[in-house]
């Protein structure tokens, strides 16, 4: 039931996605681009996620257990460190060069987008050569 739940919900999530136009990557790059030709609509879309989020944290924090069974992931770590600070920045730098984040990228792949599927092809082997690379040039440091 879970599997059956995470496919139509994500199925539902790629359908926003493609509805809202964050697979097009002239609106997020206009939704970047504040010195120019600055495009707020996407405002309108992080609103619209942040909202029913917000009454979903509430719903949760009430709950003892997941619907669908399982348990709740353990909150994250408060405290700000290095893998966070980078990982935002690289995942910045590339959303603002490409205009596409993970999710859109792998909707985009709905439609045919060529662009789409290279960013999701480059996206898969920069997670692959992360661990090695992160080990290498911190020698086992975790921090």
């Known amino acids: 039931m879970r599997n059956i739940s ?3 919900i994500g199925g539902l999530f ?4 493609l509805v809202s136009g964050m697979t097009d990557t002239r609106k997020v790059i206009g939704w970047l681009d504040i010195f120019g030709d600055w495009d707020p609509t996407l405002a309108f879309v992080m609103g619209g996620a942040i909202l029913p989020m917000a009454v979903a944290w509430r719903i949760v924090t009430r709950r003892t257990a997941p619907a669908l069974g399982g348990a709740f992931p353990t909150p994250p770590e ?3 460190g290095r893998n966070l600070v980078v990982g935002s920045v690289l995942f910045g730098m590339g959303w603002g060069l490409a205009g596409l984040c993970p999710g859109p990228a792998m909707a985009s792949l709905s439609w045919g987008g060529l ?3 290279v960013f999701l092809v480059a996206m898969i082997l920069g997670m692959v050569a992360a661990p090695p690379v992160k080990q290498s040039l ?3 440091q975790t921090t």
């Open 78 to 80: 408060p405290r700000l």
């Open 115 to 117: 662009g789409g599927a």
């Open 138 to 140: 911190l020698g086992g």
């Open 6 to 8: 995470a496919f139509f």
């Open 14 to 17: 790629g359908v926003g996605l």
